[in-house]
């Protein structure tokens, strides 16, 4: 079976774009979570999704913003890129929307230049 | 919000050696997992442990979620062992976030 999976795996932008990060859960995985890493630090919480309704936020800009398709995958979208963006971008996939062991896809690595 | 806190910050260890990785929480959670981090980035999930005992090869986790805190074993260390590892916990009710924590970085010498 495939695992959670996003495209693309790395990006370069200019500061002032925008970028599309894409996410595929797990077959049958409704929720889709999306978390920024910054190098040395922890994931941090951006988005949570289930059943293409948003169930939390983390503490980010109105810049992030997400959405859930039908097919349960997930868009993370980002305007007026800035060059503290630059991260890790890793997107999670849950059966249910709490409660529920997370996997995470493979990231997408975003510098802003 | 809840504070995770990982210790050591940092582990250094000859192939062969045991090692012990400490996650303290500051709060009651619904739900703890532990994740490996390989050089590419890559969180591999390693454990699904809210409260307990599990064992999977030559590492176990033990969970104590009363005294608010998770502990990661690892024996008879491999040079593959090496990267970050973290912990991570979600508060449930409504809160469904992973928290994650502050991480240890093992570097196994071979």
């Known amino acids: 079976d495939a695992g959670v999976t996003q495209s693309p795996t790395h990006l370069i932008k200019t500061r002032g774009q925008h970028v599309t990060l894409r996410c595929s859960p797990i077959?049958?995985?409704?929720?889709v979570s999306w978390y920024q890493q910054v190098l040395g630090q922890g994931p941090q919480f951006i988005f949570q999704?289930?059943?293409?309704?948003?169930?939390g936020r983390g503490n980010f800009p109105d810049r992030f913003s997400a959405r859930q398709f039908p097919n349960y995958s997930s868009e993370l979208n980002v305007n007026a890129l800035l060059l503290g963006d630059s991260a890790l971008y890793l997107c999670?996939?849950?059966?249910?929307?709490?409660?529920?062991?997370?996997?995470f896809g493979q990231g997408t690595r975003l510098t802003v230049v | 919000g809840i504070q995770v806190e990982q210790s050591p910050p940092d582990l250094i260890l000859q192939e062969g050696a045991n090692s012990t990785l400490r996650c303290n929480f500051s709060?009651?959670?619904?739900?703890l997992q532990w994740f490996h981090q390989n050089p590419w980035g890559q969180l591999i999930n390693l454990f699904y442990?809210?409260?307990g005992t599990k064992q999977n090869g030559r590492l176990s986790a033990t969970t104590v979620a009363t005294e608010r805190y998770s502990l990661l074993y690892i024996s008879s260390s491999q040079t593959t062992d090496s990267g970050v590892y973290f912990c991570?916990?979600?508060?449930?009710?409504?809160?469904?976030?992973?928290?994650f924590g502050t991480g240890t970085r093992l570097t196994i010498i071979p």
């Open positions: 442990i809210p409260s």
């Open positions: 709060d009651s959670v619904n739900n």
């Open positions: 999704y289930y059943e293409k309704e948003e169930r």
């Open positions: 991570a916990v979600e508060l449930g009710f409504g809160n469904e976030k992973l928290t």
């Open positions: 999670a996939s849950s059966l249910v929307g709490g409660s529920a062991e997370a996997f």
């Open positions: 077959s049958g995985h409704k929720s």
